[in-house]
Nanobody, 122 residues
Framework: VQLQASGGGLVQAGGSLKLSCAAS????????MGWFRQSPGKEREYVAS????????YYPDVEKGRFTISRDNAKNTVSLEMNNLEPEDTAVYYCAAGKNASPRRLNDWRYWGQGTLVTVSS
């Protein structure tokens, strides 16, 4: 399985950005596809996830309403649309995949993309 993240960049606070993750190497049935982020000096943090087959999405409470995860089965892509960005959202964003992966267990996420940097200026 290979994951290729893209779409990061510099955006002003209050702006929007859409990240994409191109997935290949499997049919992804039974997979949970997710986005995580990591800021310097901080642990990797769960952002959102979506079940490939059902499309059911899950978010931690802190991001509800600002971030939207989606997937395109035909194109094998997972996207993260981020709105009303804050400087605290600055981080390297990683897409990840794992069969039956739980958002609460980092070790469940077997496959990781290379990360894309999002910088939000104040």
């Amino acid at each position: 399985v290979q994951l290729q993240a893209s779409g990061g960049g510099l955006v002003q606070a209050g702006g929007s950005l859409k990240l994409s993750c191109a997935a290949s190497g499997d049919t992804f049935s039974g997979y949970n596809m997710g986005w995580f982020r990591q800021s310097p000096g901080k642990e990797r943090e769960y952002v959102a996830s979506i079940w490939w087959s059902s499309g059911f999405a899950y978010y931690p409470d802190v991001e509800k309403g600002r971030f939207t995860i989606s997937r395109d089965n035909a194109k094998n892509t997972v996207s993260l649309e981020m709105n009303n960005l804050e400087p605290e959202d600055t981080a390297v964003y990683y897409c990840a995949a794992g069969k039956n992966a739980s958002p609460r267990r980092l070790n469940d996420w077997r496959y990781w993309g290379q990360g894309t940097l999002v910088t939000v200026s104040s």
